[in-house]
């Protein structure tokens, strides 16, 4: 019921740009927040940028002014916009959502429980 798929990783120089891009295909669920989390190998999974569905965005210290998170609540698609890429950038980049399943009852809604969900990753690596 719930599929996310990162498209945008590469291979970029120093200083250089990417947008990832996630795309959510979910069934019966009302998104909420999304994100996205890097990880190398050896070190442990990094939140890297949260977004609300109202658009309220917040950032690791070390990508603040460099990338940018948005997302499209219409397409349930989120994208990072990475600029001034370096080294330390490099890692698999996954994209998060938090999700809750509707149900609806006459003309009332109801909302489940919040629950995560991730993709599968994609690779973002900058060489000097």
């Known amino acids: 019921q719930v599929q996310l798929v990162e498209s945008g990783g590469g291979s970029v120089q120093s200083g250089g740009s990417l947008r990832l891009t996630c795309v959510a295909s979910l069934s019966g669920y009302r998104i909420n927040s999304m994100g996205w989390y890097r990880q190398i190998p050896g070190s442990q999974r990094e939140l890297v940028a949260t977004?609300?569905?109202?658009?309220?965005?917040d950032y690791v210290d070390s990508v603040k002014g460099r990338f940018t998170i948005s997302r499209d609540n219409a397409e349930k698609t989120a994208y990072l916009q990475m600029n001034s890429l370096k080294p330390v950038d490099t890692a698999v980049y996954y994209c998060?959502?938090?999700?809750?399943?509707?149900?609806?009852?006459?003309?009332?809604?109801?909302?489940?429980?919040?629950?995560?969900?991730w993709g599968q990753g994609t690779q973002v690596t900058v060489v000097s």
């Open positions: 977004i609300t569905r109202d658009g309220l965005a």
């Open positions: 998060t959502v938090g999700a809750s399943t509707v149900t609806t009852k006459g003309w009332t809604r109801y909302y489940g429980a919040n629950e995560n969900y």
